[in-house]
């Protein structure tokens, strides 16, 4: 099971007062995209196994006009439509609007004839929680309970699987994959990377799901393990 997490932090830094003409607000939007593994314990609380970066950091720099910034609908609507320009799922897109057109309109009000330069770090992360028995989890030494994280794909499995590789074929070819990489969150249609199609016909791009792997023998998506 996989939940997605966004947390956004805003900081601005105000322009020169210029009331001729209406002053432009530049929203730099930073992306980064993480993993977290989850584990329930014995007593049915969650624990963290690790959390990593998926995918390098990405920017995007967008110009609002003062019309968009008189009240939140139609700022929130200008940024959804710039933010369709990225590969963002509906509602992180719809939630980021909403939240960050709240915050411009605000300041927009407060000083009218101010412009901003606002920078919008987003975290988005992915929070896969391994399933199985917490029991098949947990070894005694000494007579005390300790957690046991399961282990990754063995060497035979993942040589076998680097047989699956292939590319995406290129926009217009027909047979384009719709679906993105549930590890890193991009698109696999049209992707220059290689990509890996498992046993249980889930695919993802090869370095997404072999560093997976390593740590965890099972489908990202329907946790079906990887069989020698």
Not at 53 to 62: K, M
Not at 214 to 228: G, H
């Amino acid at each position: 099971m996989a939940t997605m997490r966004v947390d956004v932090k805003l900081n601005s830094t105000s322009l020169s007062p210029n009331p001729m003409p209406p002053p432009f607000f530049f929203l730099e939007l930073r992306l980064h995209r993480y993993c977290r593994k989850l584990l329930r314990n014995l007593q049915g609380e969650l624990m963290e196994i690790g959390t990593r970066q998926v995918a390098p950091t990405s920017s995007f720099l967008f110009e609002i006009h003062s019309h968009d910034l008189v009240s939140e609908q139609p700022c929130k609507s200008r940024l959804n439509y710039l933010f369709s320009s990225i590969n963002l799922d509906e509602p992180v897109r719809d939630f980021l609007a909403d939240h960050i057109a709240c915050v411009l309109v605000f300041m927009a009000n407060e000083q009218p004839f101010v412009g901003h330069y606002v920078v919008a770090d987003t975290d988005i992360t992915l929070e896969c929680l391994i399933a199985g028995d917490p029991i098949d989890r947990t070894m005694v030494v000494d007579e005390e309970p300790r957690e046991v994280v399961p282990g990754g794909a063995s060497t035979s499995a993942l040589n076998k699987l680097k047989k699956q590789r292939f590319f995406a074929k290129k926009s217009g070819d027909g047979d384009e994959l719709s679906d993105d990489c549930v590890i890193c969150l991009e698109g696999l249609s049209g992707s220059r990377e290689a990509l890996t199609n498992m046993t249980c016909n889930h695919i993802f791009h090869e370095r997404c799901i072999f560093g997976w792997l390593k740590v965890q023998n099972s489908c990202p998506t329907c946790r079906r393990e990887l069989e020698d």
